[in-house]
């Protein structure tokens, strides 16, 4: 958003009549490739999808649809599968406020303590992207393990309700917290990066103690990356499966995503309530954001 | 197919043999997701690029039932009849039209018999307190909940209802919520045999000699219960748009040379579903000769009572699969 900024503020810059005539095109060809892409890939299946929300059984033919404009799908599907939903964002929350907790530090010590280990700290947040997602969250299963180091610790102290981790909505909380940490960390690290320490010395200059200092000008100065970091957790934390599946229980941590994966895959007949679930989740994180980014957005990026 | 994974011994024998060129692709790694992906094609008839593609009983009967598949001409297979009986007359394809056999196995009870420190031989022995939460079963609908029916006495591959169903639905939802269950899982299972979070649990005959195999571990133990256990088969058949049906049926009627059976069955380790490839596989391994989980005898399959779990209608396979969907916690 802040690229469109820029081209609108270059277009009114340069005089003469031969520039801002090929600057009033050119934009649009820019974004032409762009566009494109969104309309076939997303625009295009998006209509697909909803067409397919509304469809009705074809009685008599379990496995067969008609076209229809059944909304009562999605009253059905919001219905019986209401717990899965309080899950999906609950568990998103959680993920997004420890990602928060851990990446916060973590950025600030990036941008102004460490020195010359900065780059090795990058590459140490960005290496775990080289290995597939699923591969590390199947390691999450074997390091949280019953006898593996974490809960044997946990258990020797009493301090495990259940005797376990994995199957618990602790596991799956924290596999979701590790999966988008980098995501919360880039973003805060980039935005702190670019403020001007020299802002922050008048902070002190001007009697302001430490934490009055981070509260009234790091913290402000910070608030884009804050805000694009927990979008970029929450929502596809919210939206995800894999960590439900790989470390969750059958029956108290299913997330939407699984019962999407479920409904599409492995229920003849469930490709309807499959995509009003999806087109459910989609609206209720799209008003969510929209609440968030009203409530907390800087001008930066509205 | 051999210990290094990439060549398949057996495949280009076939291929100098009759010089069809055959490719052995794994794309199937879920009837679920491998049939979501090409069924939409096969309707609309366009070619897949496969002349056999080789499915579970209960996907096989829906790709029979939708008529996704072309039939067989037994006539150029006259090893076809080297099929084992019990598995000649199947309930989704009578008279075997369609399908053919490619591998089966049995679900059973699978156990560390040292940690479990006893065995196990019912379901009863299974799903109790000193085992609680260290369980795992099958999310393949038709071994867990068949060996439950079982268990409670229904005869799975008769005539059996939705009452039947829904006690046994009852049953293992009672097991889910009271804990006995730690996870319900296809593929990953044998993870958490390994890793400890289990050590016992509803599993298939092969998958354990692959765990004993890996973990060379020998208290790993395959066990039918006593109420008796299920026999499923993956099934080779050739899509509807193939235009290679003869080379298929060549190719198939290959495998069911015993020679070329037992060679397959001393590798994969389930059962082999063909007459004589025992005499066969004599000459190579005694001991897995002699294995009923590989070569189980008519007489080994009643005693035990081992029986395929029926075909289901279109209705009910839909109505039960969304329940057991919900089951299973979506």
Known sequence: MSALAHIGAGQGAPAGPDTAKRGSWMPYLLLLPGMLWLIVFFVVPLVQLFTVSLQSKFPGYPGYYYRDLNFKNYWSALTEFAPHFGRSLLFAGLATFFAFCLAYPLAYAMAFKAGRWRGLMMICIIAPFFTSFILRTIAWRQILADEGPVAKTLNFLHVLPGGHITETWMAVVAGLTYNFLPFMVLPIYASLERADPRIIEAGGDLYANGFTTFRTVTLPMSMPGVLAGTLLTFIPAAGDYVNAELLGSDRSTKMVGNVIESQFFKVPGGYPTAAALSFTLMALILALVFVYVRKFGTEELL | MDDEGKTYPTLEAFIKETGIKATYTEDIDDNDSYVSKVRPQLEAKQDIGKDIITLTDWMANRMIRDQLVQPLELIQMPNAGNLLPPLKEVSFDPGRNYSLTWQSGFAGIGYDKERVGKELKTLDDLFTPELRGKIVVLSEMRDTLGLIMQWQGVDIAGNWGKPEYDKA????????????????????????????????????????????????????????????????????????????????????????????????????????????????????????????????????????????????????????????AKVVGN
């Not at chain 2, 000699?209 to 020998?218: P, V, W």
């Not at chain 2, 080994?300 to 699969?321: H, M």
């Open chain 2, 169 to 324: 639905i009852e049953k293992f939802n009672q097991l889910v919520s009271d804990g006995y269950i730690r996870r319900i899982k296809g593929n990953s299972y044998l993870n958490d045999l390994k890793s400890g979070n289990a050590l016992a649990g509803i599993v298939w005959s092969g998958d354990l000699f692959i765990l004993r195999a890996e973990t060379e571990n020998d208290n790993w133990e395959f066990t039918i219960p006593e109420s008796g256990g299920t026999l499923w088969s993956d099934n080779m058949m050739v899509p509807i748009t193939s235009t290679h049906r003869r080379n298929a049926e060549t190719l198939m009627n290959y495998y069911y040379d015993p020679k070329v059976a037992a060679e397959v069955a001393a590798w994969v380790n389930y059962v082999c579903p063909v007459v004589g490839a025992k005499q066969e596989m004599e000459k190579i391994d005694e001991e897995l000769a002699q294995s009923p989980f590989i070569f189980p005898s008519e007489d080994y399959l009643t005693k035990n009572n081992i029986q395929g779990f029926r075909a289901l209608t279109a209705q009910e396979d839909a109505d039960y699969s969304a329940e057991w």
